[in-house]
């Protein structure tokens, strides 16, 4: 069964400190991935996605993400956090050609904290 | 100019209480979604319409019932609420094929 892996349960960053978050899904097919972001009591709002073309996207607030096919991973990078980054990161996965239902698939997500 | 709504934000009921969730989106979208996110932040997808029709209908108990009146309104009834059920339902609208899907602001319901 697909399944999306995000390894680290807990990131504690100083500001101005860099992030990566890993994400690694299991599908061996064409993929949709997605990275999106919980703040503190609040709805999840997509960062950024990658459909296909440049593997290295952009998205808002600074964050990019790099698809590397081989390794099936999608990782999120910031070369600078800020306290307001602090919140829930979740990655997720549209398996393409499953089915005609997007069924999007969740990571369990990292909890990022930032000290100030 | 609310993209995905939900109401009520926070529901408080009994056990074996009847209780609905309304969720409307504005965006034109014709695909529409139910999540349950748990205590630990992970989330499960419970349901998808597409243009009304049921097209994912994940493991759930059969106490949870979607209902589509049109494109634009997806909502959830749940019988005999048990403690279980606690949880924060997101509502959620795409559209149809593999697309970003844009969330509600969550129904956070806390059974006692």
């Known amino acids: 069964a697909q399944s999306v892996s995000q390894h680290n349960h807990h990131v504690i960053l100083s500001e101005a400190a860099s992030l990566e978050l890993g994400c690694n899904y299991s599908?061996?097919?064409?993929?949709?991935l997605f990275w999106y972001v919980q703040y503190p009591g609040q709805h999840l709002q997509l960062l950024l996605k990658?459909?296909?073309?440049?593997?290295l996207v952009k998205g808002i607030k600074g964050f990019e993400a790099e698809f590397i096919k081989s390794k099936f991973s999608f990782n999120l990078r910031k070369p600078s956090v800020q306290w307001s980054d602090t919140a829930e990161y979740f990655c997720?996965?549209?398996?393409?050609?499953?089915?005609?239902?997007?069924?999007?698939?969740f990571g369990s997500g990292t909890r990022l904290s930032i000290r100030p | 100019d609310t993209a995905v709504s939900q109401t009520p934000k926070y529901l408080v009921t009994q056990m074996g209480n009847d209780k609905s969730i309304k969720c409307e989106q504005n965006?034109?979208?014709?695909?529409m979604y139910w999540y349950k996110q748990d205590s630990k932040k992970f989330l499960k997808i419970m349901f998808s319409?597409?243009?009304?029709?049921?097209?994912i209908n994940e493991t759930v108990p059969n106490r949870f019932s979607p209902k589509s009146p049109d494109k634009a309104h997806l909502n959830l009834h749940i019988n005999s609420l048990e403690l279980g059920d606690s949880a924060v339902y997101f509502c959620?609208?795409?559209?149809?094929?593999?697309?970003?899907?844009?969330f509600g602001p969550g129904t956070r319901l806390t059974v006692t």
């Open positions: 959620a609208s795409s559209h149809k094929g593999y697309y970003e899907q844009y």
């Open positions: 599908y061996g097919g064409t993929v949709n």
């Open positions: 990658y459909f296909s073309g440049d593997p």
């Open positions: 997720a996965v549209i398996p393409m050609g499953y089915s005609s239902a997007s069924k999007i698939i």
């Open positions: 965006l034109g979208h014709d695909t």
């Open positions: 319409y597409n243009n009304k029709e049921l097209i």
